[in-house]
């Protein structure tokens, strides 16, 4: 397990338009300097937070997993963010992470967002993921996961270790709930002995729903390590210490003393 480089984008999106926001987040992440391992966009990166999922879904792999797959073999990074997308004839707010040489995973959001509807038009997922990269394991959520925790529980064993060493949460995360969102991040990071990163968007969609970003990387410990500044389109490359984790987690040994529960 090796020191990673994760950059968090906030930014903006255009209502419902795939071409649109590819070319803005090409320029964005084209003019990101820093060595990056993982870039992780925001959820519906593509589209906003749109319940008009017969208009706007991409097939399985469709344009803009392409897109993500080109811009990791050319930035020779992970690219993650989630996309309305079809699939045997069902819609779902999948998540996916494409790394350099094609390699990729996929999780379809858990827990729809039935205050606006979500569940009416998407369809549930019903399995996590654990990702294994460099040495590090991932478990990626979306936005109204983060709400849940028995589901972002981590576990361990003496033998394996802990399930996983970052939570990764892309979210359409509304600025009258944003206390909400800072406070929860905090507290998966402090119950599951894991980094965290929250990556929300700004602005405001074509429903005049208002975001303000505060997205955020936080350490094991509860700290925010990150330095982005709501109500703006910015990005961020955060270190994540391998070592400053593996020292906390030997030095507060809390994954024995965690209840043993099994979710059905």
Not at 133 to 161: A, M, T
Not at 181 to 205: F, H, P
Not at 231 to 241: A, D, Q, W
Request: proline content about 3%; hydrophobic content about 35%; aromatic content about 14%.
């Amino acid at each position: 397990m090796q020191d990673i480089r994760l950059t968090i984008v906030q930014s903006s999106l255009f209502w419902e338009s795939h071409e649109q926001n590819r070319k803005m987040f090409t320029e964005k992440i084209n003019n990101i300097q820093e060595n990056s391992d993982i870039i992780v966009l925001p959820e519906m990166f593509s589209t906003g937070f749109s319940m008009e999922p017969a208009l706007i879904a991409e097939a399985a792999k469709g344009e803009s997993f392409l897109w993500m797959k080109k811009m990791a073999e050319s930035k020779n990074t992970v690219i993650a963010g989630s996309i309305s997308t079809k699939e045997n004839n069902k819609y779902y707010n999948r998540f996916y992470w494409v790394e350099p040489g094609g390699k990729y995973h996929q999780y379809d959001k858990k827990h729809l967002f039935t205050f606006a509807g979500e569940h009416e038009k998407y369809t549930a997922g019903n399995k996590k993921i654990i990702i294994n990269y460099k040495g590090w394991k991932f478990l990626p959520l979306i936005c109204y996961d983060l709400r849940f925790p028995v589901w972002s529980k981590n576990n361990f064993s003496e033998n394996n270790g802990f399930d996983y060493d970052c939570l990764i949460y892309t979210a359409n995360w509304p600025k009258p709930r944003s206390n909400a969102w800072k406070t929860l991040l905090l507290a998966r990071a402090i119950e599951n002995q894991s980094y965290v990163v929250g990556v929300n968007r700004v602005g405001k969609d074509f429903n005049n729903k208002e975001y303000s970003g505060d997205s955020a990387v936080v350490n094991a410990k509860g700290e925010l390590i990150s330095n982005i500044k709501p109500n703006k389109e910015v990005h961020e490359t955060v270190l994540l210490s391998a070592s400053e984790l593996i020292e906390f987690r030997k030095s507060f040994k809390l994954g024995p003393d965690w209840d043993r529960f099994s979710i059905l």
